[in-house]
C-alpha cells in the first residue's frame, strides 16, 4: 500500500525489507490509547479472507487480559464491504493487528514460517489452549499446532525453557529426546526425562 491517508491513520504505509519482512509503517495518534512500536499484524487472504473479525473473537476468548482495540471496515461499494482493513486487539496484554484482503493477486497467506508461541504454567492450560486451537491434526508436533485459520502456534510448558536453560549436558539430550517424538508436549514426561539424568555438580 502507498504511503498516504486511510481511514485508520492520517499516514500509513506498507513496505518489504531485504529478508523479505513485511512492515507497516502507521503514524500514531499522540492523543490516542498508546500502541507499542512493533505489533505483529495477521493478513487474512485467500480461503480466509473476511475472517479477521471471527479470529479476533476466538482468540480474545481464549487468553486472559484480552479485548478489542480499534476497528475500521472496508466501505460499501467495495470489494471487501464490510471486513476488516485493519483492527488491533490484546491477547495477555500484547497488541496485534489484523486485516482482511481478498484481492485475488496476493500470492501468500499463513504459512508455518510465523507462529504465535504460548509459555503456560500447567499442563491443563496447554491442553484447553491447544483442544481450542488445533485443528489440523497432522499439523502438531512438538507443541506445534495450526488453528482454522491457518496460524500456526506453539504451545509450550515454561518449566521447558528453565530445562534447557538450567540443565547439563545429559539433561538437555535427554529432554530434546523426549519431547522431540511428541505431538502434544506432555509436561510430566518431559520432567521426568529431566529428573531421570544424573544431578548436575555442584561448582
Given at each position: 500500500m502507498?504511503?498516504?491517508?486511510?481511514?485508520?491513520?492520517?499516514?500509513?504505509?506498507?513496505?518489504?525489507?531485504r529478508?523479505?519482512?513485511?512492515?507497516?509503517?502507521?503514524?500514531?495518534?499522540?492523543?490516542?490509547?498508546?500502541?507499542?512500536?512493533?505489533?505483529?499484524?495477521?493478513?487474512?487472504?485467500?480461503?480466509?479472507?473476511?475472517?479477521?473479525?471471527?479470529?479476533?473473537?476466538?482468540?480474545?476468548?481464549?487468553?486472559?487480559?484480552?479485548?478489542?482495540?480499534?476497528?475500521?471496515?472496508?466501505?460499501?461499494?467495495?470489494?471487501?464491504?464490510?471486513?476488516?482493513?485493519?483492527?488491533?486487539?490484546?491477547?495477555?496484554?500484547?497488541?496485534?493487528?489484523?486485516?482482511?484482503?481478498?484481492?485475488?493477486?496476493?500470492?501468500?497467506?499463513?504459512?508455518?514460517?510465523?507462529?504465535?508461541?504460548?509459555?503456560?504454567?500447567?499442563?491443563?492450560?496447554?491442553?484447553?489452549?491447544?483442544?481450542?486451537?488445533?485443528?489440523v491434526?497432522a499439523?502438531?508436533?512438538?507443541?506445534?499446532?495450526?488453528?482454522?485459520?491457518?496460524?500456526?502456534?506453539?504451545?509450550t510448558?515454561?518449566?521447558?525453557?528453565?530445562?534447557?536453560?538450567?540443565?547439563?549436558?545429559?539433561?538437555?539430550?535427554?529432554?530434546?529426546?523426549?519431547?522431540?517424538?511428541?505431538?502434544?508436549?506432555?509436561v510430566?514426561?518431559?520432567?521426568?526425562?529431566?529428573e531421570g539424568?544424573?544431578?548436575?555438580?555442584?561448582?
Amino acid at each position: 500500500m502507498e504511503i498516504g491517508e486511510y481511514p485508520f491513520a492520517k499516514r500509513y504505509g506498507w513496505v518489504e525489507d531485504r529478508y523479505g519482512v513485511n512492515w507497516q509503517l502507521i503514524l500514531t495518534d499522540p492523543s490516542g490509547e498508546a500502541r507499542p512500536l512493533v505489533v505483529p499484524s495477521l493478513m487474512f487472504t485467500k480461503g480466509v479472507a473476511g475472517q479477521a473479525d471471527q479470529a479476533i473473537e476466538s482468540y480474545t476468548s481464549l487468553f486472559p487480559d484480552s479485548r478489542r482495540g480499534q476497528t475500521a471496515r472496508y466501505p460499501p461499494g467495495t470489494p471487501d464491504a464490510g471486513t476488516l482493513m485493519f483492527a488491533d486487539f490484546q491477547l495477555c496484554g500484547q497488541w496485534f493487528a489484523a486485516m482482511d484482503s481478498a484481492d485475488p493477486g496476493h500470492a501468500f497467506s499463513f504459512t508455518e514460517g510465523v507462529s504465535l508461541l504460548v509459555e503456560c504454567d500447567t499442563q491443563q492450560e496447554m491442553d484447553r489452549l491447544t483442544e481450542a486451537l488445533s485443528a489440523v491434526p497432522a499439523a502438531e508436533q512438538c507443541g506445534w499446532l495450526k488453528d482454522r485459520f491457518g496460524i500456526s502456534w506453539q504451545i509450550t510448558p515454561r518449566a521447558l525453557q528453565q530445562m534447557m536453560r538450567d540443565g547439563t549436558r545429559a539433561q538437555v539430550d535427554a529432554v530434546t529426546q523426549a519431547f522431540l517424538p511428541m505431538k502434544r508436549l506432555d509436561v510430566a514426561a518431559i520432567r521426568a526425562a529431566y529428573e531421570g539424568q544424573a544431578p548436575r555438580a555442584k561448582a
